[in-house]
DNA sequence: GCCAACGTTGGC
DNA sequence: GCCAACGTTGGC
């Protein structure tokens, strides 16, 4: 099993909107960057777990756990003009987009912020904080995880 | 293949 | 809103 963590603005699609939708799942759509688009397509498998995180908002952190509910496949949004991440590159012949549906596990009962992350020695490798990063699909390892699961004070046995 | 210009990300 | 850092584009 890998861990991983996923970006969104919770502005645009936070936590809470996860656990409204139907069995608590969305297709992860809109994801335009290679590199994490090859970690859903190529290293991604159901069951993994996702760190939920919340970016570009007043308080950017984790705020939930979820999984990875299936495989990759294409990302149909590419193929559709009217859509905000419409790519004509990317056909369903040919797709160049791929995403994955990811399941909500918990919501955390309280955010475990960037700025505890930073601040915490043994998070100090994790590309989140890596300097000038950018990626919204991102490799975890299993410690990371799990010291962001205990920050949270999640039990993962409940 | 180089690299300047541009658009985006995301913390602050 | 600012801006540093990054990825992509496109002219040459």
């Known amino acids: 099993m890998r861990y991983w963590l996923m970006k969104s603005e919770p502005g645009c699609f936070s936590v809470d909107d996860l656990a409204e ?3 608590s799942t969305t297709p ?3 994801v335009r960057n290679y590199q994490a688009r ?3 397509r190529d ?3 159901a069951g993994d777990r996702v760190l939920f995180y919340h970016s570009n908002c007043e308080e950017p952190g984790v705020a939930g756990l979820a999984e990875i509910a299936c495989e ?3 990302d149909y949004t590419a193929f559709n003009p009217a859509e905000k991440h419409y790519d004509p590159k990317s056909v369903p ?3 160049v987009w791929m995403m994955v549906d990811v399941k909500l596990v ?3 009962d309280r955010v475990v912020t960037l700025k505890e992350i930073k601040a915490d020695d043994r998070l100090s490798g994790m590309e ?3 300097k000038g990063s950018r990626l919204s699909v991102q490799p975890v390892s299993e410690n990371e995880y799990k010291t962001i699961l205990r920050m949270a004070g999640y039990d993962e046995k409940k």
């Open 128 to 130: 989140l904080v890596r």
């Open 38 to 40: 090859n970690f859903m």
């Open 106 to 108: 918990d919501k955390f």
């Open 43 to 45: 290293d991604m498998k």
């Open 28 to 30: 992860w759509d809109g």
């Open 72 to 74: 990759a496949y294409a």
């Open 21 to 23: 939708r139907p069995d």
């Open 93 to 95: 012949e040919k797709p």
